[in-house]
């Protein structure tokens, strides 16, 4: 039987995630070590897991809202208003399976076959193959090695001009390089943005891991609360990525929308994950947001550490301010992140993302993550490290 004539042509012509294929070749292997998928090596705090099992012990394994537990809803239009200077009201708001559904959702909402969507290269793996399974068509925004990778007002002119864009997402800080955008950086981008009249998606999944100054959103920038979207979650920052819960904010009629095809796809997030986001939010409110400061301080502390054993190894990485990738350069040993990826790897049985994953602009470097311990960095870099000299060592001899 021929499959190829019924797997819809878009799904099938989608490369695999690039991110996975090195996590699933590592953990096939003795003794790997992964600096490969972005989880927090952080167990999700107690309080938030023994909110989630006293709820099913209670009996509450049934349907949410749609949109989510009340409770939770407002406890993410606080935190939003708290933390960010957001003002979403409930119905502005729909909690997600992760941040993952949450781009989805956004896209099926907003784009039809053809509409551009314009997506900063490098940046992560999934935009634009769901831009792609929606129809659209990604018209990608080269971003420059020598200012961090950062998105400029100049660059998103010129990738914008002539190509009928409808959206443009908003990736900061960004994964894989770690770049963040400031106040006035975003301020920069708001007249081209209204001048090709985009709706921006802006992704703030990483918004509470910020390295040296407190995350910026683009939607509490005057006149884009009305044009953006905001998603966020609870994977990255409260160590919650296998609980599988985010939320999306919208206008209230954007959301509207969004609602409906979330009705009809996933129901409701999952009810024991929803009781255990509120605890984290409600906790979090209570404590000053002490646990999600911890776990940044300690983040921050592997951030400084990565970025000088990369550097005594001699790769050329610049300092992330946000997430927790370091995305260094590799061009000086190896012909394309892939290559030096899968050298180490089979050499060294370390596990490293290449930077083609995530667009063309990344060709040349590898993301390494530091959400892993001091310790388990350690022994990577030390293995790095030689997989280097190894190199160094065969280029000498030829």
């Not at 090195?22 to 167990?43: C, K, N, Y």
């Not at 050298?343 to 993550?369: D, E, M």
């Amino acid at each position: 039987m021929n499959y190829d004539d019924f797997i819809n042509r878009t799904v099938r012509d989608i490369p695999p995630s690039g991110i996975r294929r090195f996590f699933d070749l590592a953990a096939a292997m003795d003794d790997a070590v992964s600096l490969g998928v972005g989880e927090p090596d952080f167990i999700t705090p107690f309080l938030y897991r023994d909110s989630a099992i006293k709820s099913i012990i209670s009996g509450r394994t049934g349907y949410t809202a749609n949109r989510g537990d009340k409770r939770l809803v407002e406890e993410i239009a606080r935190y939003n208003r708290d933390r960010f200077g957001l003002d979403y009201a409930e119905n502005e708001t729909i909690v997600t399976v992760g941040a993952s559904e949450a781009i989805d959702l956004i896209l099926r909402t907003l784009i039809e076959p053809n509409d551009g969507v314009l997506v900063p290269d490098p940046s992560y793996v999934s935009y634009m193959p769901n831009v792609a399974l929606v129809g659209g068509r990604v018209v990608t925004v080269p971003l420059d090695k020598s200012n961090g990778f950062k998105l400029t007002a100049e660059a998103l002119d010129r990738a914008a001009a002539g190509q009928k864009c409808k959206a443009l997402i908003l990736p900061y800080p960004n994964n894989p390089t770690g770049a963040v955008l400031g106040a006035e950086e975003l301020a920069a981008l708001v007249p081209v943005i209204k001048k090709h009249d985009l709706f921006v998606i802006s992704d703030e999944i990483y918004a509470e891991l910020t390295y040296g100054a407190r995350h910026v959103s683009v939607a509490s920038l005057d006149g884009m609360k009305e044009r953006t979207a905001v998603i966020n979650g609870f994977s990255k920052a409260f160590a919650m990525t296998g609980w599988r819960i985010g939320w999306l904010c919208a206008p209230q009629e954007v959301a509207a929308a969004a609602l409906k095809i979330h009705q009809y796809t996933i129901m409701c997030a999952p009810t024991a994950s929803q009781e255990a986001a509120y605890a984290a939010l409600r906790d979090g409110r209570e404590t000053d947001y002490e646990q999600v400061d911890d776990m940044r301080a300690e983040y921050d502390r592997r951030r400084k550490y990565t970025v000088a054993m990369l550097g005594d190894m001699g790769l050329d990485c610049f300092m992330p301010f946000g997430a927790f990738y370091a995305f260094p350069d590799v061009s000086a040993f190896a012909d394309s992140g892939e290559g030096f990826a899968e050298g180490l790897l089979k050499a060294q049985r370390v596990a490293v993302v290449p930077g083609g994953a995530f667009g063309n602009g990344g060709s040349k470097n590898v993301r390494c993550t530091y959400a892993s311990s001091i310790k388990m960095l350690g022994v990577a870099f030390e293995r790095m490290n030689e997989y280097i000299k190894d190199l160094k060592n065969k280029r000498r001899r030829q």
